[in-house]
Each structure stands twice: as structure tokens, then as C-alpha cells.
């Protein structure tokens, strides 16, 4: 997310994992707006029936970081089962360089996240699931220590998170699959900047039905979602929005032999405040034999405004002028990867080329009643490279 210093979000133990899986480049046609950079979807575990699992994991770092977990397991009966996963998190402060400033900040961390699943072995299903997070930061200057002009400056933030969200899918008598999905997460931040104190309030609701379904060489999904995003800050309420964002999307999946199969998918959103944006996608996979395996795909997908940047991370939002007349963000991609599999080996090469026009960027302001603005750069932003893993 934009506030990514904010909370260790992906700090999630191994235990809690089923599969991870990792999209590249532009992912909006599926997955919405803010999806421009790739998908990151953590698909977690279940409760194996008739196999109750306990496990606790503890870890320690040479930089006196700790984490302490316990995932519990165990299924009810063949058909309902439930899971917890808990954990405590501290780091202690480190000046790495010894030049009174934070390099890896004080933390402390609280989470919980009980859940229950229902399925009845005939395509019915239902995973719902709460959590809470609480998390407190010291970062800036080290105690006793002082920047340039001989006063202290801490960088604090507390933050309390609760969130829950469901998924449930069902068969339909003509073989097609639906699958109903929500989520709600709240957010407090409590920020110290030097002496100056933000407070912010964020909450997003989203919803989401689909239908997906086989024809022939056809594999098709189809779908609706809907989403609600407000953000309240206490101390800078110029930057306070609601947004709410409807769109569409579908995806057609075509083997036109048994080694190569094309997808186009596309949606559109339309956004309280920016108007509607169209993001597609297409991609080609071959398979020329079971261990080889290559890929071609390239998207469009866009960014919606906002004043969260890495320099807000640091400065916060009282410096920042008002966003005036800022634009979406609009990116492309293209990428090929070429993978190679025999137990225990896979290889994977990528090469990749992203464009982002009208990308945000903090600009530095030469005096006046504020510091910096947020505007859109004047010149795209290029990305290349490779992977080999």
C-alpha cells in the first residue's frame, strides 16, 4: 500500500501459509485499480480433516528482533473445522552507524487471527475470518541525541487495525461456479513527527460476486465489484476523502492446442471522483512439454490520486499542499518468463519493461505556507529488468 512503513503487513510466519503466488506487472483487469505494480496473494491454510495441527514458531535475529507464533489447527468434523494463528513481535532500536539516528526503528507487535471453514465435499464452501493487529514504533533520533539544530526528533507511530472478510463459493446444477467474497478493514495511526502529532482514521469495505465456468475450449470468468474507501485525519483534514468505486470484469481463458492457450481479460471501474477507466490484459502461456513452461502478458491499469508517498512517510501530511489538480497515474507492462521444472529443481528466467505516465512524485516547494506538493511528473516513469531465480 501507499503507507507501506506503516505496518509490517507482510510480516506473516510461514505457519499461517498454504501457497504464495505472485503476479507481475499490471494485474488491474482482475483485480482493480491499485493493482499496477502486481498481486502479492497469500492464500492460507486449512484445517486438514482428521489432522490437528499445532506449531509455534520462534525466531531471533542478531539485530535483537524476535517473533514468537502459535498456529492452531483442528477440523470439527468432516465438514466444519476452525484455526488461530497468534503472535508477538518486538525489535529493539539499532543506530547501525553510530550517528544518533534510527536505522531500524523500536517495534512491538500484537496480532491475532482466529478462523472457520465449512465444506461439504459437493463444491459448497464458506472461509470467514477476523482479525486485530496493534503495533507501536520509536524511530528518529536515538535518546540523548539531537539533530543538526541541537533539538531531539522522534519518528512514532502507534497503530490499532481490525479487520474481517469471508469467501464462499457454491456449483450451480449446470457446472458453473460462483463465489461471493467480502472484506472490512479499520485503521488507526497515531503519528509523531519531531514535535508535530497527526492522527488519522481509514476504513475500506469491499465486495465481489463472479461466475466462472468451462465451454468447450473455453474458460471463462465473469464478475462485479464494489468498493468504499474514506480516510479521516484528525490533525490535516485537507486530505480527507471517500471514494467509492464500482467496476466490472471478465476473463476468457482459450487453449487453442493442447501446448498454447490464449487470455484477454478487461475491467472497468468507475470512481466517485476520477470518472471510469477501462484496464485490459492479454497473455499467451505455451507448454511445449510438462517441464518447460513460458509466458507473454501485457496490461493497462491506473492509480488513483493520492498524498501518501515515501517522503509522507517521513514528513507526514501538515507539510504538504493541498493535492489540486493531480491526475491519475497510468501504467503498462509487458513481461515473458520462461520457467524449467524437474523435482527438485525449477528455474526461472523473466524480463520485464513497465511505463508509468503522470506518476506522482514530491516536488519541494520554494517557500510559501507549505513545504512540498504531490504533482504528476512531466516525463513517464521506465522500469526494465530480469530475473533469474
Known amino acids: 500500500g501507499a503507507q507501506s512503513g506503516s505496518v509490517g503487513i507482510l510480516q506473516i510466519p510461514p505457519m499461517d501459509l498454504q501457497q504464495v503466488e505472485?503476479?507481475?506487472?499490471?494485474?488491474?483487469?482482475?483485480?482493480?485499480?491499485?493493482?499496477?505494480?502486481?498481486?502479492?496473494?497469500?492464500?492460507?491454510?486449512?484445517?486438514?480433516a482428521g489432522a490437528p495441527e499445532h506449531e509455534v514458531l520462534v525466531n531471533r535475529t542478531t539485530h535483537r528482533g524476535t517473533d514468537?507464533?502459535?498456529?492452531?489447527?483442528?477440523?470439527?468434523?468432516?465438514?466444519?473445522?476452525?484455526?488461530?494463528?497468534?503472535?508477538q513481535h518486538w525489535q529493539a532500536r539499532s543506530d547501525i552507524d553510530g550517528d544518533g539516528w534510527t536505522d531500524l526503528p523500536m517495534f512491538r507487535r500484537t496480532q491475532v487471527r482466529p478462523r472457520v471453514s465449512w465444506d461439504n465435499g459437493s463444491g459448497r464452501s464458506i472461509f470467514a475470518?477476523?482479525?486485530?493487529?496493534?503495533?507501536?514504533?520509536?524511530?528518529?533520533?536515538?535518546?540523548?541525541?539531537?539533530?543538526?539544530?541541537?533539538?531531539?526528533?522522534?519518528?512514532?507511530l502507534a497503530t490499532r487495525q481490525f479487520d474481517a472478510g469471508?469467501?464462499?463459493?457454491?456449483?450451480?446444477?449446470?457446472?458453473?461456479?460462483?463465489?461471493?467474497?467480502?472484506?472490512?478493514?479499520?485503521?488507526?495511526h497515531d503519528h509523531a513527527y519531531g514535535s508535530a502529532i497527526e492522527r488519522d482514521?481509514?476504513?475500506?469495505?469491499?465486495?465481489?460476486?463472479?461466475?466462472?465456468?468451462?465451454?468447450?475450449h473455453n474458460t471463462w470468468v465473469g464478475g462485479a465489484a464494489l468498493q468504499r474507501d474514506t480516510f479521516r485525519s484528525i490533525d490535516v483534514p485537507r486530505f480527507d476523502y471517500s471514494y467509492t468505486i464500482p467496476g466490472v470484469f471478465a476473463q476468457d481463458d482459450y487453449a487453442i492446442v493442447h501446448w498454447l492457450t490464449?487470455?484477454?481479460?478487461?475491467?472497468?471501474?468507475?470512481?466517485s471522483a476520477f470518472g471510469a477507466f477501462f484496464s485490459p490484459r492479454l497473455t499467451l502461456l505455451f507448454r511445449?512439454?510438462?517441464?518447460?513452461?513460458?509466458?507473454v502478458s501485457g496490461g493497462l491499469g491506473h492509480f488513483a490520486p493520492s498524498p501518501f508517498t515515501e517522503e509522507t512517510d517521513a514528513t507526514g501530511l501538515a507539510p504538504?499542499?493541498?493535492?489540486?489538480?493531480?491526475?491519475?497515474?497510468?501504467?503498462?507492462?509487458?513481461?515473458?518468463?520462461v520457467t524449467w521444472r524437474k523435482v527438485p529443481f525449477e528455474i526461472t528466467t523473466t524480463v520485464f519493461h513497465s511505463r508509468i505516465s503522470g506518476a506522482q512524485v514530491f516536488r519541494q516547494l520554494p517557500g510559501g505556507p507549505f513545504a512540498a506538493r504531490v504533482v504528476n511528473s512531466e516525463t513517464p516513469t521506465r522500469t526494465s529488468g530480469t530475473e533469474f531465480i
Do not use: C
Open 129 to 156: 475470518t477476523l482479525g486485530a493487529l496493534t503495533e507501536v514504533r520509536r524511530g528518529g533520533t536515538v535518546p540523548g541525541r539531537t539533530t543538526p539544530d541541537g533539538q531531539p526528533h522522534p519518528e512514532n
Open 320 to 337: 504538504l499542499a493541498p493535492l489540486g489538480a493531480i491526475e491519475p497515474e497510468t501504467a503498462n507492462s509487458v513481461s515473458t518468463d
Open 166 to 188: 469471508f469467501v464462499a463459493r457454491f456449483l450451480t446444477s449446470k457446472r458453473i461456479v460462483g463465489a461471493i467474497r467480502g472484506s472490512a478493514v479499520s485503521q488507526r
Open 22 to 48: 505472485v503476479i507481475k506487472g499490471v494485474a488491474s483487469a482482475l483485480y482493480g485499480m491499485s493493482a499496477i505494480g502486481g498481486v502479492v496473494n497469500l492464500v492460507s491454510r486449512r484445517p486438514k
Open 262 to 271: 490464449a487470455s484477454a481479460s478487461a475491467r472497468v471501474d468507475r470512481h
Open 288 to 295: 511445449p512439454t510438462p517441464r518447460w513452461t513460458a509466458r
Open 68 to 87: 514468537a507464533a502459535l498456529w492452531l489447527a483442528q477440523p470439527v468434523n468432516d465438514r466444519w473445522g476452525y484455526s488461530g494463528l497468534a503472535g
Open 201 to 216: 482514521r481509514s476504513r475500506t469495505l469491499f465486495g465481489e460476486a463472479s461466475l466462472t465456468g468451462t465451454a468447450g
